[in-house]
């Protein structure tokens, strides 16, 4: 109906898109002006946000199978590299990421390289030779490579462990920002979180999911770089804050010196709200060793090429050629925002912890800061704390402590910015986390449908049927997901994480050898994920209940053990067996060229 | 040697090129991280400090579009690019 004409119309309809959400910032910072409450305002940017994406939603949905799981391959270089973006980026890039670093400082700056240096990998190894083997999921290029449904069914396996632990992260984080934009309940805003995520892709599939995260990257783009301009300005920082900080950095480092880092007894830590922090490292000093560092950028690195919902995104490009480019245009929209994020770390820790600047707050009375207004809000959300350990009577750096999301959420208020600013910031977040989630649940309810119920449990299913039977997967993994959420059993970052570690436990190998070594098997591939998977697992649980770990490799790092024990199985166990058919072989071969009809095409 | 098999050697020897400059700016540098932190680099940032933040992340954004060039002249050569309409 809209399809030809509104492919052609891309940039037109996204740039009268944009031009409206900046009109409503205007229009909402006018209200503010005229009296309009904060709550209003929150209010008003959640709803407005979630109202576009929803429409745009139901105009994308289909009925179509190629619609539904790969958008009908049409989606264009530049378009696909934005929603790729959002997909990508999560309610951890978006609110945990800028918060780790300004706690950690330059040991969880390992996350920047490892988050973005993944795409060399993905770019290289796997998304143009996965596009032109035409799959409609990940586990489908297991299944057809290797043959056979046990192959397809591991690798179904993996794919849900890993997206379902990312996935809770997600609708955890829709829940923290729909809690404090909206003032309800986090165990009720959870579910408004799920409902809106399934707006986007109930209808649409692919199509639905693709046009909203487009909408979504622009929101959250916004969101995220407006308020780190508008801070470093305000504080005479400089004018464009990525060149312009290295005064700041050097400050900080002055002022940790000056405040030292006191350890707080175990006894005044336990009267800290959980899942609290202070800084406890220094900003910008190299304060981890070398293999710390790398051990979790290459951790993350390796699971950026493995996570399913990512490389499904380029299934979705007209050519092989354009998905390459494409996974250029998503780095870049990415590195956008990831730069930016130490950038919003030095302003936030530098305007709470200066004494000379006006919002500082270190070195005032506790009865001044407690006071301070947004010092009353946060502290009631249970997210920002202080406490006179030593009974001097003012904030000493050890003695104020932040939940990682309120670094982002919490820094406009802080610095004084207008609460328009603050409402941006909400719907920013929760446009982050939805189009992650999004992603998250359509790569399991389509591996599900696709690969477990058309390819194993009924080949002969119409295309009606098996949507209705996608849908339905959707709603139920959705629920799933949000009632773990509730329970918030691990923080958003710590999950996030353990995703991309599961991920290159079971999949990162199987996936690369697939195309790169012709003698990889079906025993082998089988070995390698099931194998790397159980490796992985088995070694998170043996840290988590108080084993010492060995080489270095810790929670968040477990990956390197499952992926090591994966490569090795999948090596040991295709070499003892026979070699793939000549019909395989030759499948390869197609598959390391661009040109021609893609594999499963032909079939 | 049949021009595919050419077709993937050539391939093959990009990958490399681009998986070396990879492992430099992810890996190798952060190996003298901090030596390297010592020094003041673009900016006035430290080096090691501006690199995690900016400098390896646009490396990362120029390589892959460098090989996705690369890779498409290999593809012309052997003549094994992809028709527009296809």
Known sequence: MIKGKFIDNLPRVYGIYTGGFLAFIIIMAIGEQMGMTKYAIGVCFVAFTIFIYALIGWLSRTAQADAYYVAGRQVPTVFNGMATAADWMSGASFVAMAGGIYFKGYGYMALLVGWTGGYVLVASLLAPYLRKFGCYTVPDFIGTRYGGNLARFSAVVVLTVASFTYVTAQINATGTIASVALDIEFQYAVYIGLISILLCSMLGGMRGVTWTQVAQYIVLIIAYLLPVFWISNKMGAGFFPHFMLADEVARIGELEQQFGFVKNSAADLATVPKGLAGITKAHSAVNATPWAFISLALAMMMGTASLPHVMMRYFTTPSVKAARKSVGWSLFFIFLLYSSAPMLATLSKLSLIDPTLSTGIIGKSIAEVQSIDWYQNWNQANLMFISDFNGNGTVELNEFFMGGKAVVLATPEIAGLPYVISGLVAAGGMAAAMSTADGLILAIANAISHDVYYKIIDPKAETAKRLVVARVLLVVIGFAGATIAAMEIQGILGSVIWAFDFAMSGLFFPLVLGVWWKRANRQGAVAGMLGGLAAGTWYLVWVRTGGSGFLGITQLTFGIFGSAVSLVAMVIVSLMTQAPDAATQKMVDEVRVPSGKTILGKQ | ?86
Not at chain 2, 10 to 24: D, G, H, N, P
Not at chain 2, 29 to 57: D, H, K, R
Not at chain 2, 73 to 82: A, H, L, Q, R, V
């Open chain 2, 1 to 86: 040697m049949s021009n595919q098999t050419k077709h993937w050697e050539k391939s093959r020897t990009l990958l490399f090129i681009t998986l070396a400059i990879w492992f430099v700016f992810s890996i190798g540098i952060f190996l003298f991280g901090a030596e390297m932190n010592e020094v003041t680099g673009p900016f006035g940032y430290p080096w090691t400090y501006w690199f995690t933040c900016q400098g390896s992340l646009g490396a990362f954004v120029i390589l892959i579009f460098w090989f996705a060039n690369r890779q498409e002249k290999i593809d012309e050569e052997f003549g094994f690019s992809e028709r527009e309409d296809e």
